[in-house]
């Protein structure tokens, strides 16, 4: 038993190096030269327009659950009129941010993975590298970039839409009317509410586009590797970007001290 246990803790660590090792080979080659213009902004359509609509849909129905909690704790203590307040901050500061992670890393994730790992069964990487194409410059790092740059603009609409939602919970509720509604949400949000906690998911994207794609651009065993390379990608993704989560709020309150309080 302690051998395999030895066995198996040695196999983990090989498998966090190589990926550790494709993430600083992603990151260096996305931010030297040649860059694939083009197919990163094909890809920053494919990944981050094309999950506008799954996020948008997300934020308003989160918005509505949260309104409804929020009224429901609320009201015990007469502070309904912080309501628009108290769901803005949730939001922005943590609810938005992870939630868009979370999701993108089921969608992007699993269609990264699926994608480059049925490219390499299908022999179109080989092919590609034989073309004297970069494979690596081409396929994984435009997704890495875009990820990075649709992470935090999803996260921008998450936000907005869960406002909307929660102005429409509101209004169904009370008549409260749209200007007054944003008035009161905005009266405690500030820029370091804000910016911080949208800045984070450009490292979300990172750990999705890099983990994913190494998944599929490593997989072996024919189709059955594509569809473990998939699923693979939506776990480790979100598992990482939880993980991650923690890390960076502590690092956010310590770098920016008044995010921590009110």
């Known amino acids: 038993m302690p051998s395999v246990v030895r066995e198996g803790a040695i196999g983990a660590l090989a498998g966090v190096g190589e990926v550790a090792l494709f993430a600083a080979k992603a990151g260096r080659e996305a931010l030297t030269p040649p860059f694939e213009v083009r197919e990163t902004l094909r890809q920053i359509y494919e990944l981050g327009a094309r999950s506008a609509p799954l996020i948008a849909v997300s934020g308003v129905a989160i ?11 609320l009201e015990r203590f007469g502070a309904e009129a912080m309501i628009p ?12 941010p992870l939630t868009a992670g979370l999701l ?4 992007i994730g699993a269609g990264i993975g699926a994608e480059l790992g049925a490219m390499r069964v299908t022999e179109q990487i080989d092919a ?3 073309s004297a194409v970069d494979a690596f410059r081409y396929l994984v790092v435009t997704r890495v970039v875009a990820c990075i740059i ?3 603009l999803l996260t921008t609409l998450m936000n907005f839409a869960g406002m909307i939602g929660g102005f429409l919970a509101e209004n169904a509720a009370t008549g409260m009317s749209f200007p007054l509604y944003f008035q009161r949400a905005f ?7 804000f910016i911080p906690a949208t800045i984070k998911t450009m490292v979300f994207g990172f750990i999705i586009a890099t983990m994913s794609s190494f998944l599929g651009y490593t997989t072996r065993s024919g189709t059955e590797g594509v569809g473990r390379a998939s699923t693979r990608s939506v776990v480790l993704s979100s598992i990482l970007i939880i993980i ?19």
């Open 63 to 73: 918005g509505v659950v949260l309104s409804m909690h929020t009224r429901a704790s």
């Open 85 to 96: 307040a108290g769901l803005a901050l949730a939001l922005v500061r943590e609810t938005g």
């Open 104 to 107: 993108l890393s089921g969608r």
């Open 128 to 130: 590609l590298e034989a």
């Open 150 to 152: 649709s992470l935090p």
């Open 187 to 193: 009266t405690m949000v500030e820029a370091r509410d």
């Open 244 to 262: 991650s989560n923690v890390v960076l709020v502590r690092l956010i309150f310590f770098i920016f001290p008044k995010a921590a309080g009110g």
